[in-house]
């Protein structure tokens, strides 16, 4: 009974129906949006307004105020009584019963039902929407007429007022309708393009679902096979632990048994000597000289054979032999590395040499053959075609197959290139700067930025100071690599190439020097 009598507290006074958008006028009555606003529009040119339900009169069209507190109510009603849905528009037509709008008319400002539906004019005028609609934002706010044109130049919807009579006189216009469809043809060219760039984005992603596939495939294929090396490795080791520990034990028990046999001698000589003491202590107690007379010598107390044969037996194995086990630890190690290098594909380390025929004249080249300085004053060395013009130099190996791997501390210096060349690199003119040619390649570190050199210059993003690094060649697979040795090991870039001629390492340094590192 409760719910009957709050549904009519809730009913619109026009449509009868449950409040839809309610909104109520100055003297506060309240209606549904759309409906309070079909009456108004009725009323226009009658000279006044009035309410339906009081009857007060307005001078001008009332201002519909929203009603949000009875828009909750009424809404909260409607959820949990879902039977008392409004019954909706009715059919403006139908005077003698009330039958449901499907449409409304915009140019006829008319709800049809359907049977009026089907007889109603096709006109493109006679434009169509929902009849619970709200017609606030179809009609022009200052005619109150119906939004027929759209102005090109303001960009704005008007009514046939604003077209002829208003702001909008003269300008350029449209119909809705020739609007909307350049709009709907724009918004279609709109739609193909983002679909085609949908398509491309998926056809990225799904090619980025792939190389992530294909690198998670890599990575567990090398940590599978990084797992199987150590297990290798730990094997090998185990077995050479085994094998050196136990020599080290076989030793301990030889050094052990001749330490326990001149032991076991020296208590046999313990035994005689005490017992030739005893009876030379009963001599010395007796009182009877003849007697003393007539005992035989004790012979020779101290004999020198038996000690030193003990000593030339300690001396021969006497200790372990120390060197001998390391040497069997050592050489077992790099029996073991020298299979893991050669195995698993690793570069050997290179021993590099510089070669002062190649090294130009304001370059001091050290003993050693690993360090390069740069020097003010010229060498003096004879002009040779091998010979550059600037502070560079080759190395005297060369390499054509292969992986290899060699170190440069560049600490000490603020403008050097490392890298590796052909030796048919030009030795003079512009072009013979390591990584200034198609000949060459190379970490360069200048103006305090670092860049990688082949025909032209890349810079590296990073400007991380770099105090040693490592040259990686992979001659078969045409490879260059540059690896800052920092904690832990940064790869700075690797340069892909067809090989035609074997390689050198190459230095070059302006100011202080560049040192060739031990990588071993």
């Known amino acids: ?80 009584h879902p039977d008392q ?94 609007a909307s469809e350049k709009k709907q043809k724009k918004l279609r060219n709109d739609l193909q393009k983002l679909m085609a760039e949908t398509e491309d984005a998926e056809k990225r992603v799904q090619s980025l679902v792939e190389r992530k596939r294909k690198v998670q495939q890599k990575a567990d294929g090398e940590s599978k096979r990084v797992i199987a090396r150590f297990e290798d490795l730990r094997r090998r080791l185990d077995i050479l632990e085994k094998k050196v520990l136990s020599d080290i034990m076989r030793q301990f028990q030889q050094v052990s048994q001749s330490y326990n046999d001149i032991i076991q001698q020296l208590e046999i000589k313990k035994e005689e000597l005490s017992r030739k003491m005893r009876h030379i202590e009963e001599l010395c107690n007796m009182t009877d000289p003849l007697t003393v007379l007539q005992e035989s010598d004790t012979g020779d107390l101290c004999d020198t054979e038996d000690r030193e044969r003990h000593d030339k037996q300690l001396h021969d194995g006497g200790d372990l032999d120390v060197a001998g086990i390391s040497q069997t630890l050592h050489a077992g190690l790099l029996e073991i590395m020298s299979g893991v290098i050669q195995t698993s594909g690793l570069p050997v380390y290179a021993d590099i040499l510089l070669d002062v025929t190649t090294a130009g004249n304001n370059l001091q080249i050290s003993d050693d053959r690993k360090t390069a ?60 700067c390591i990584g200034g040619n198609n000949k060459s390649w190379c970490l360069y570190r200048g103006y305090n930025q670092y860049s990688v050199i082949h025909d032209s210059k890349v810079q590296l993003p990073d400007k991380i100071p770099i105090y040693r690094v490592r040259i990686c060649l992979y001659y078969e697979a045409g490879q260059i690599s540059f690896y800052a040795l920092c904690d832990p090991i940064r790869h700075l870039h690797t340069f892909t190439a067809a090989f035609t001629e074997p390689l050198h390492a190459g230095l070059c340094v302006w100011r202080d020097s560049i040192k060739i590192s031990g990588g071993k």
């Open 85 to 178: 849905e409004e019954a909706g528009v009715f059919c403006s037509n139908c005077v003698d019963s009330s039958v449901k709008a499907v449409k409304y008319c915009l140019h006829c400002d008319a709800s049809l039902c359907d049977k009026h539906l089907k007889v109603h004019s096709k006109a493109p005028e006679h434009v169509l929407c929902d009849p619970n609609t709200s017609l606030e934002n179809r009609k022009c706010s200052v005619h109150k007429k119906i939004l027929e044109y759209y102005c090109t130049e303001d960009a704005a919807s008007i009514c046939v007022s604003c077209r002829l009579d208003g702001e909008h006189r003269g300008h350029q216009v449209e119909t809705l309708a020739e």
């Open 373 to 432: 300085s740069w020097s003010d004053r010229s060498q003096n060395r004879p002009e040779t075609p091998e010979r550059f013009q600037y502070p560079q130099v080759l190395s005297s190996q060369r390499f054509s197959s292969g992986r290899h791997y060699w170190e440069v501390d560049v600490g000490g210096s603020d403008n050097w290139r490392v890298g590796m060349c052909y030796p048919s690199i030009d030795k003079r003119g512009d072009q013979s």
């Open 1 to 80: 009974m409760a719910s009957a009598d709050l549904s009519k507290e809730l009913e619109c006074s026009i449509c009868l129906s449950i409040y839809r958008d309610p909104v109520n006028l100055q003297c506060g009555h309240n209606f549904c949006c759309i409906c309070i606003d079909r009456v108004l529009d009725t009323q226009e040119g009658s000279g006044g307004y009035f309410c339906p339900v009081c009857i007060r009169t307005f001078k001008v069209r009332p201002t519909l105020q929203s009603n949000f507190d009875l828009r909750k109510i009424a809404e909260s009603f409607l959820s949990t």
